[in-house]
């Protein structure tokens, strides 16, 4: 695992995670691009669409699997879970779009308590 870091559930957290991204994995990683742009979307959802948003616990945590980075963003989960919004010219709801393009594989798990939506990205160039 190369870490985890608890945000608070405001808009701040988003720039946090992304610096926390490039910390863990380093300037060279080859997939640290996708990986921060990724961490980015799904932790603004967690702000915004979750019962964690307005200062609530999101954790973001990072592990290494083999040819793999896997990542786990965990909220308080909220009324709807997250979907895919195919509108192109709606307003948002196009982060898991974002997700679902550059992730080799991503899900979410969803309890009474928490919801996690994670992902995994190539760790080596294609």
Sequence with gaps: MLGAIELKGDPESAKAARIFVAEKLGPAHPALDDVALLVSEVVTNSVVH????????????????????????????????????????????????????????????????????WFQVRAVSV
């Excluded at 019962?51 to 709807?80: F, R, W, Y």
């Excluded at 550059?102 to 009474?112: E, I, K, P, S, Y």
């Design 50 to 117: 979750s019962d964690s948003q307005n200062g609530g616990k999101i954790t973001l945590a990072l592990a290494v699997c083999p040819g793999l980075i896997h990542v786990d963003v965990v909220d308080a989960g909220g009324a709807e879970a997250p979907q895919i919004r195919d509108d192109d010219f709606g307003e948002g709801g196009r982060g898991l779009r974002i997700v679902r393009t550059l992730a080799h594989r991503w899900g979410v798990h969803q309890d009474d308590t928490y919801r996690t939506v």
